[in-house]
């Protein structure tokens, strides 16, 4: 017996290979499908049985004698012919149910129609369109519901597409049975995860692990933390103020840093004293500014040999210069070490 291992969990046990081969020759006696997605979807351990026993599923179906069908090589005629037969045999058309039963088909029809509106279209089967009257009546049954209008419990009933479908948004659907902004306020706030005390505590993290909190950047990084803000406190400016933090600092609004190679040389400076000496500056720190250095002094060994410079006195310096001279090393080796 044996443990088979997928995505580090371990799903089922390897079946022995008597039970695989009546487990097959049962599918093929029974005419069930012997498509190794369907039969892996199905019953993983068989599949993963016959790879182990055999190498790949069709050599496995080689030896026992058991011939998968071969490949159809589809044509338009073909798939209007199998959605017919399917809508006749009462079979439902919902891409799980086809998926399910005949993948390859589903495939087909997204390749010769695009959607399930054109192969209706094609077929001759009429589509059934959820009307714009009755998806008021629905919203208005909902909103007589503690919780009825969520987005969750839409999508249950299957009404959520044919609603934005129809009105475009959900605030538009919400005024279109009778609401005011008071009550799709109301509705918004109570179908959202995010609450006043979760959206100042994840700002005050932020503050503390040092990130930048400027409006700009945590729409990019962190959108729904930004809508939040603005949906509980008007802006993101309030949401910072009502966190305890400044919003005037020049670290929170200020968009762009306008470089030049004596700010640059200030920042490196303010480094070097904080750490002592740059062999003790962390790598995260000195990437930083890899390509602002690049960028203004050419390389980050410039850049460096400045600060050194500019720490330096001028005695220090000429010591440093002669040293070089006498030994017949570059002058940056020496300053760069010390």
């Given at each position: 017996?044996?443990?088979?291992?997928?995505?580090?969990?371990?799903?089922?046990?390897?079946?022995?290979?008597?039970?695989?081969?009546?487990?097959?020759?049962?599918?093929?006696?029974?005419?069930?499908?012997?498509?190794?997605?369907?039969?892996?979807?199905?019953?993983?351990?068989?599949?993963?049985?016959?790879?182990?026993?055999?190498?790949?599923?069709?050599?496995?179906?080689?030896?026992?004698?058991?011939?998968?069908?071969?490949?159809?090589?589809?044509?338009?005629?073909?798939?209007?012919?199998?959605?017919?037969?399917?809508?006749?045999?009462?079979?439902?058309?919902?891409?799980?149910?086809?998926?399910?039963?005949?993948?390859?088909?589903?495939?087909?029809?997204?390749?010769?129609?695009?959607?399930?509106?054109?192969?209706?279209?094609?077929?001759?089967?009429?589509?059934?369109?959820?009307?714009?009257?009755?998806?008021?009546?629905?919203?208005?049954?909902?909103?007589?519901?503690?919780?009825?209008?969520?987005?969750?419990?839409?999508?249950?009933?299957?009404?959520?597409?044919?609603?934005?479908?129809?009105?475009?948004?959900?605030?538009?659907?919400?005024?279109?049975?009778?609401?005011?902004?008071?009550?799709?306020?109301?509705?918004?706030?109570?179908?959202?995860?995010?609450?006043?005390?979760?959206?100042?505590?994840?700002?005050?993290?932020?503050?503390?692990?040092?990130?930048?909190?400027?409006?700009?950047?945590?729409?990019?990084?962190?959108?729904?933390?930004?809508?939040?803000?603005?949906?509980?406190?008007?802006?993101?400016?309030?949401?910072?103020?009502?966190?305890?933090?400044?919003?005037?600092?020049?670290?929170?609004?200020r968009k762009h840093t306008k470089w030049n190679r004596e700010k640059i040389l200030e920042m490196l400076d303010s480094l070097l004293k904080r750490y002592g000496n740059?062999?003790?500056?962390?790598?995260?720190?000195?990437?930083?500014?890899?390509?602002?250095?690049?960028?203004?002094?050419?390389?980050?060994?410039?850049?460096?040999?400045?600060?050194?410079?500019?720490?330096?006195?001028?005695?220090?310096?000429?010591?440093?210069?002669?040293?070089?001279?006498?030994?017949?090393?570059?002058?940056?080796?020496?300053?760069m070490k010390n």
């Amino acid at each position: 017996m044996y443990r088979v291992l997928i995505n580090q969990k371990e799903i089922q046990f390897l079946l022995p290979k008597e039970e695989v081969i009546h487990l097959l020759s049962e599918r093929h006696r029974m005419g069930l499908s012997l498509n190794q997605i369907l039969v892996k979807r199905e019953n993983v351990g068989l599949y993963y049985s016959v790879v182990r026993y055999w190498g790949k599923w069709l050599t496995g179906l080689k030896r026992l004698g058991i011939a998968e069908k071969k490949y159809r090589h589809w044509t338009k005629e073909m798939v209007i012919e199998a959605v017919k037969q399917r809508y006749q045999s009462g079979l439902p058309l919902a891409n799980r149910a086809i998926l399910s039963d005949d993948p390859s088909l589903i495939v087909q029809i997204r390749k010769f129609f695009g959607n399930k509106k054109r192969m209706y279209h094609a077929c001759g089967i009429p589509l059934k369109e959820i009307s714009k009257d009755y998806v008021l009546e629905i919203l208005k049954q909902q909103s007589q519901k503690p919780g009825g209008l969520k987005s969750l419990e839409l999508r249950r009933m299957k009404i959520h597409g044919p609603m934005l479908k129809h009105f475009g948004s959900k605030t538009n659907a919400y005024k279109a049975i009778g609401l005011s902004d008071n009550e799709i306020r109301k509705i918004k706030l109570h179908s959202n995860k995010w609450t006043e005390e979760t959206v100042v505590k994840i700002i005050q993290e932020l503050k503390f692990k040092g990130y930048t909190l400027s409006g700009g950047f945590i729409n990019k990084t962190n959108p729904s933390l930004y809508r939040a803000a603005r949906t509980h406190f008007g802006s993101w400016a309030g949401a910072l103020q009502y966190a305890g933090i400044d919003c005037q600092t020049p670290k929170i609004c200020r968009k762009h840093t306008k470089w030049n190679r004596e700010k640059i040389l200030e920042m490196l400076d303010s480094l070097l004293k904080r750490y002592g000496n740059k062999n003790q500056i962390p790598t995260k720190e000195k990437f930083r500014y890899y390509w602002l250095c690049r960028k203004y002094f050419g390389s980050s060994k410039e850049a460096w040999t400045a600060v050194s410079r500019m720490v330096m006195n001028e005695p220090q310096i000429a010591f440093v210069q002669g040293l070089a001279e006498n030994r017949k090393y570059p002058k940056e080796s020496f300053i760069m070490k010390n």
